[in-house]
């Protein structure tokens, strides 16, 4: 019995508002018959990697995906058993082990300073912006930081731990404006090689080290966009560290993208093209990993300004593309559309979201003031 692929992914499809050549700037055109069958068998590696090939095209790729993700079309595909192996492995070793650890330093944030540099914000910020009262990037990623010193309640003199620091822009923002030392860790050699140049003058100190082997007190930590690298084996591991490090009376902020249900797996696409063993965590499995470690101060929400964040980042890339198409090829150019564009629609349909976590080891006596 042979089974009829287009149909069913016009059925599928149709069910969310999406034709098949049509005109809407979120219908899908497809010039190559294989990608129905494709997508059905591989999931979400099929789809993204024949957008990769030039197998469909959609004017608006975030809108496309965006309406996929609110009718939950991923979770009607089966994917082919060398997907499942893959899954399989995830679960059952630990994929960011220590030894493993620069592997996406290497693959993803060593691609070169000259991208980032054009896509990110002035101050190279490689995470959600505050959209709070703001109406460009470089202002909503300074309103981010902001409001990062403020949730820890910086005074001058504090020694700050910044682990996953990229280029510096938190140390550096932080430094100039509150008086504080920060040590910034990261896996990424690019990182430390620039970010060591953009805080030149300052106390910001860059290490190229994994998380694990800090081992000193600190009055303040804060880990932006780092935790989604460590794994759901690691979680444990990773709060541990930070209560070692930590003061007694220090407060933790953690900026993490967030997933509204627990998942040991990797996402298939992501993790063999943009952020090798990468892996989103829920609220649940966050607040196990810390529980008798440290006390709830602040659990904040905005992962809707990450969609705005994700489409700035777009705007970025394709109008700086002529600048960096000599050293990166047409295939490249597609990966990262893809990446940036759905991942936009992850968050536009609120599957996916980011949370600032302010962390205490005791407790604030007389309670902890939120801050928005």
């Known amino acids: 019995m042979s089974i009829n692929y287009e149909s069913i992914v016009h059925e599928l499809f149709e069910s969310a508002g999406i034709e098949i050549n049509g005109n809407r700037p979120w219908d899908i055109h497809v010039h190559n018959r294989e990608f129905y069958r494709r997508v059905l068998t591989e999931g ?62 290497e693959r993803h944030y060593d691609l070169g300073n000259d991208l980032f540099r054009t896509m990110l914000d002035r101050r190279m910020n490689y995470s959600c912006a505050y959209w709070k009262d703001s109406q460009s990037l470089d202002l909503a990623q300074e309103n981010k930081l902001e409001l990062i010193c403020r949730k820890l309640y910086l005074k001058p003199g504090m020694r700050v731990l910044d682990i996953g620091c990229g280029w510096g822009p938190f140390g550096k923002y932080a430094a100039a404006k509150y008086q504080v030392e920060v040590t910034g860790i990261t896996v990424s050699k690019e990182q430390v090689q620039l970010g060591q140049e953009l805080c030149d003058g300052l106390p910001v100190k860059f290490r190229l080290i994994d998380y694990r082997d800090i ?25 541990k560290v930070v209560n070692r490090c930590l003061k007694d009376d220090g407060l933790f902020l953690l900026h993490t993208i967030g997933h ?113």
């Open 44 to 105: 979400e590696l099929g789809f993204g990697e024949s957008y990769m090939e030039g197998w469909w095209d959609a004017e608006r790729v975030d809108e496309l995906v965006h309406r996929i993700l609110l009718a939950r079309l991923d979770e009607k595909t089966d994917l082919k058993l060398s997907i499942l192996f893959q899954l399989f492995i995830a679960r059952l070793f630990n994929l960011q082990s220590k030894r493993r650890a620069f592997f996406v330093g």
């Open 215 to 239: 081992d000193e007190k600190f009055d303040r930590i804060v880990s932006v966009g780092m935790v989604e690298h460590v794994g759901f084996k690691n979680y444990g591991t990773f709060f």
């Open 260 to 372: 509204m249900e627990s998942s040991k797996n990797l996402d298939p696409w992501t993790h063999k093209y943009i952020f090798p063993n990468g892996m989103i965590p829920s609220a649940n499995q966050l607040s196990q990993a810390f529980e008798n470690l440290f006390v709830v101060e602040d659990w904040h929400n905005f992962g809707v300004d990450y969609d705005k964040t994700l489409m700035a980042w777009y705007s970025n890339f394709i109008s700086n593309w002529d600048k960096l198409k000599n050293n990166l090829s047409d295939h490249f150019y597609r990966m990262w559309k893809f990446y940036l564009l759905s991942s936009a629609a992850t968050f536009r349909s609120r599957r996916s979201h980011l949370w600032q976590i302010v962390l205490s080891k005791n407790g604030i006596p007389g309670g902890y003031q939120s801050v928005r």
